[in-house]
Nanobody, 121 residues
Framework: QVQLVESGGGLVQTGGSLRLSCVAS????????LGWYRQAPGKERELVAR???????NYIDSVKGRFTISRDNGVNTVYLQMSSLKPEDTAVYYC???????????????WGQGTQVTVSS
């Protein structure tokens, strides 16, 4: 049974930083593409960053240069280092495994509880 447990969220001021962590169990962690998603109030959940098995990364334009995704296969953990935070980054952040389905990237595991990130202006 796959379990994903996110942590590290909180309340920060504009320009601040946070480091999110997601610990996975029940999967061969090193074999999966991983992603960080976020869902703001009234909006759809979006894939913010992903990291491939080999370590290459990809980000949505709005977080490029500010967010860094990384993974430590030895402790089954994926991280999201967030800096220069903006109020529009306010959301619940989730991690998940990511697969291509019909040519599109889709979450492929169960969702954890997420971690709330609130950026005050």
């Amino acid at each position: 049974q796959v379990q994903l447990v996110e942590s590290g969220g909180g309340l920060v001021q504009t320009g601040g930083s946070l480091r999110l962590s997601c610990v996975a169990s029940g999967i061969i962690f090193s074999a999966y593409r991983l992603g960080w998603y976020r869902q703001a109030p009234g909006k759809e959940r979006e894939l913010v960053a992903r990291i491939e098995v080999g370590g290459s990364t990809n980000y949505i334009d709005s977080v490029k240069g500010r967010f860094t995704i990384s993974r430590d296969n030895g402790v089954n953990t994926v991280y999201l280092q967030m800096s220069s935070l903006k109020p529009e980054d306010t959301a619940v952040y989730y991690c998940n495994t990511v697969n291509y389905q019909a040519g599109n990237l889709r979450p492929s595991g169960s969702w954890g509880q997420g971690t709330q990130v609130t950026v005050s202006s």
